[in-house]
């Protein structure tokens, strides 16, 4: 690996983080990104039909695991060597397309399996792990390397931690080749992967395994790259190739209307303004026993519009039993909430119990909107109590 090394477990699992806010692409498409920088791989290519698989069949699903993973159809693993035939692969293929891909990663729904990936066989003779990512320690890139690749390696880092190595990155410089006490292909791959991460404001690449063949030649077998959504505006060919059929419809929903949301499983639909505040309210329900159904942070800037629109994107979850709006009115005024909390309230004909905590700027405003409505609208000015409140009726 680089000479200049300094060993680090923790790192590792960061390589895996941000599944939700930031960018995932299909690893055909990270591979084709890959040999746009120089960066050798296999040969592959994609494939949308059975009949367009003649090799290895490798399903294209953004979650890890997909080995050991199983079809909704019954049909085991997302990973096949093809050593028969053609006709091998177009059996395999079309058990996988159009089927959904359930493992670790992905939860008991699964993802729709859209196209597989056709890869040349190569051989390894060892395999490694190696990762870009941002380091909040060292408050840097750095590239994360282990002689342990081909695994889960959040394992690796809990089993054996000095089997991970991290090298700093200066940002500016990158790496330089010449400084490394690697073979020259590895070298040059760990150089391309830099400039791919900073060229194309990615938040990780991830190569596992990274895998020196058995004809001596160094290969990015695997790859998974994310991208930090705020440079949306200046990496457009990298997110037209986004994937929206792997993604949660109420997130992609939610995106479109400004709203930080992210969907989980429990019964009580939140609606908060401010991401700490978002947090405190999840933390407050759990206490009283309840169960957050999602993440929702409207925003300072949020309109009449945009509540009801959340209020719509809260109503698509069938396990939702209350509502629990929590306002803390500094640049969002709580009058505005409170209008489009009563015009949800009448078009969206709810029906189920909405409990609500308003506070700050234009409260009492707010609360005389409410009152003057008179829908059934459960008011309080405590958190502890209105939390109480809406887990009491979610559990009626």
Known sequence: MLASVRKAGSLACAARAGQRRFLSIHEYQSVNLLNAYGIPTPKSIGAKTPEDAFDVAKNFVLAGGR??????????????????????????????????????QTGAAGRICNAVMLAERR?????????????????????????????????????????????????????????AAAQKEAADIFVGLYKLFKDKDATQIEINPMAETTDGHVLCMDAKL????????????VFSLRDISQEEPSEVEAQKANLNFIKLDGSIGCLVNGAGLAMATMD???????????????????TPETVKKAF???????????IFINIFGGIMRCDYIAEGVIRATKELDL?????????????????????????????FDDLDEAAQKAVEVAHA
């Open 226 to 237: 994310g991208f930090d959504d705020n440079a949306e505006f200046r990496q457009g060919d």
């Open 351 to 379: 029906t189920i119990p909405l409990v609500v905590r308003l506070k700050g700027t234009k409260e009492a405003e707010a609360k005389q909107m409410i009152k003057d409505s008179g829908l059934k609208i459960i008011a």
């Open 67 to 104: 080995g050991k993973g199983t079809f909704d159809n019954g049909f085991k693993g997302g990973v096949h060597l093809i050593d028969t035939s053609p006709e091998q692969a177009q059996d395999i293929a079309r058990q996988m397309i159009g089927a959904k891909l359930i493992t670790k």
């Open 123 to 179: 051989d390894p003779a060892h395999e490694y792990y190696v990762a870009v990512l941002n380091d909040r320690v060292t408050q840097g890139p750095v590239l994360v390397a282990s002689n342990q690749g081909g695994m889960n390696i959040e394992e690796v880092a809990a089993k054996d931690p000095a089997a991970i190595i991290t090298t700093p990155i200066d940002a500016a410089k990158g790496l330089d080749p010449s400084d």
């Open 312 to 322: 719509e994107i809260l109503l698509t979850d069938p396990k939702v039993k209350s």
């Open 284 to 302: 407050v329900l759990s206490l009283h026993g309840g169960n957050p159904a999602n993440f929702l942070d409207v925003g300072g800037g949020a």
